[in-house]
């Protein structure tokens, strides 16, 4: 078996074999303790957790890299467990191993693979990468966390639901602090705040 998503307590399999992570027996049958993907593998059942990956959704505006060309379709992984996909019909240019796009999800099948639309080449600038899960955070409520890393880092920005995110110029080394600092305190208030003092002390530190 490879790959079927589980939740916790959800059946990984009914056969006697070795546990390995995020598993447990229950009269004799094994089960998930996590949100993951279960795989057996060499008579050993495990699980592995969802965190830190994207589950695509229909609607979604993601960042991906593209992987490979096939021949009537592109490649683009996009953080997932899972590979999405780009038809031709919907580039004008070639794309090349390793561009970076942006991409609307516009389906995703029932093993969660997603097929893409509405695709956008960056030019230069770097990915870094968060948990999806804090991509609220970083966007913040109506755009104020995103505008004020733009502003006080002068970088240009593009947050994907997926995690990723692109960004060209002004402070990179100082934006990956802040995207460090929304992660660990994600679950506090006034985050905001805290990140605008970060910022301004960090600028202040610079000039002297």
Known sequence: MEGKLVIPGELVTDKRMRLGPHVFVENGK????????AKIDR????VVPLQ????????????????SEEYSYYIIDINSFYYSFVPKEEIRIPLRKGTIV?????KVDEINAATLSDIRVFRGGEVLTISPVKVPRVI????????LLKRGTGCSLMVGMNGRIWAKGGNI???KKALA?????????????????????EKQHTRR
């Not at 008579?43 to 495990?46: D, E, Q, S």
């Not at 913040?140 to 505008?147: Q, T």
């Open 181 to 201: 600092k929304i992660e660990r305190e994600s679950h506090l208030s006034n985050l905001t705040l805290r990140i605008q003092k970060m910022l301004e002390k």
């Open 140 to 147: 913040g409520k109506n755009a104020s966390m995103l505008n």
């Open 43 to 46: 008579g050993i059942a495990r």
């Open 30 to 37: 094994i089960y998930s303790d996590a949100v993951g993907l």
């Open 52 to 67: 830190g990956k994207y589950m695509p959704k229909a609607g979604d505006v993601v960042i991906g890299i593209v992987v």
């Open 173 to 175: 080394e100082l934006l």
């Open 102 to 106: 942006s991409a609307k999800i516009v």
